[in-house]
């Protein structure tokens, strides 16, 4: 596995691989590797010729009261586990490298970034997109692999590409979940053991709106009788301030009013106001 740092130098790799006809797959991180993001690699490897994994922890998408000075970053370690699946590049550049001094440009997503995350959020989804272009434009990839956890990041950049025109498959991935039901997020690092129950209402108030909804398949089920379930689990822990718990049209974002096979619950809670965790889940099938 080579580790490029210079965006020049990744372009002309990847123009060499896309003369030689080979398929190029990408899978954009921030780093800080767990399970979630080998899968996204293991599922990138098996599609694809030559295998780019990008590595940047992306200053524009976090706001001023963030945690980009304390998002976790191992370069060796990540190094390490990336070669264990395979990967051909890890691309890892520096942040100037990315923005320097004069760079002016912002790829912005109208509508579905006004919402859920894009309100708690503002300009977070604008600083994922330009990153995501710029990424796209230099590693020339055929597909590229996002985890369906970051539901809303991965619409918007599904729009983004059909607006632009980006000649780029989006592949999604299902969220990888840790034994206790929590889904991986690099952020999990964050969580003292005493902070892992509040956490944990996430995924159980996820199975119990599933369940609400399986045994009624014949019934009309509202909406609001899902987020009030949902309630119901996470509010009784004082850590948790809720952010949103929504049910919404997996497509569109749009809030439902009734569930149908399209419906996905989301959530979004602050443990102890300092871990911002997300969760999703479709409410009828698998
Ligand atoms: O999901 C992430 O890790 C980031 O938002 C992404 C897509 C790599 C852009 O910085």
Request: glycine share 6%; aromatic share 6%; with cysteine.
């Amino acid at each position: 596995m080579r580790l490029v740092t210079s965006p020049a130098e990744i372009k002309e790799i990847t123009k060499t691989y896309r003369l030689g006809g080979l398929t190029v797959g990408l899978v954009p991180t921030m780093g800080w590797f767990h399970d979630g993001h080998l899968s996204l690699m293991r599922m990138a490897r098996e599609k694809a010729d030559k295998l780019i994994v990008s590595l940047f922890v992306n200053p524009i998408q976090f706001g001023p009261n963030e945690d980009l000075d304390s998002y976790p970053y191992d370069l060796e370690r990540d190094r390490r586990l990336a070669k264990g699946e395979g990967v051909d590049i890890l691309f890892a550049p520096e942040r100037q490298a990315m923005y320097p001094e004069d760079f002016g440009s912002t790829v912005s997503v109208a509508e579905l970034t006004a919402h859920l995350c894009g309100r708690t959020r503002p300009g977070h989804f604008d600083g994922v997109t330009t990153v995501v272009a710029k990424l796209f434009n230099l590693t020339l990839p055929h597909f590229a692999v996002f985890g369906e956890k970051d539901f809303q990041q991965l619409a918007v950049i599904r729009k983004m590409v059909r607006d632009l025109d980006f000649p780029v498959e989006i592949v999604g991935h299902p969220i990888v979940r840790e034994k206790s039901g929590l889904a991986m997020s690099s952020r999990n690092t964050y969580l003292k053991e005493s902070e892992m129950d509040a956490a944990l209402s996430l995924s159980r108030g996820i199975q119990k709106a599933r369940k609400f909804v399986s045994e009624r398949s014949a019934e009309v089920i509202h909406a609001a009788q899902v987020r009030n379930l949902v309630h119901k689990v996470i509010s009784p822990h004082r850590e948790c301030e809720i952010d949103y718990i929504n049910v919404v049209n997996n497509t569109t974002l749009e809030d439902c009013d009734e569930i149908t096979e399209n419906s996905l619950l989301v959530l979004a809670v602050k443990i102890n106001n300092r871990i911002r965790l997300i969760d999703n889940s479709i409410l009828k099938g698998s």
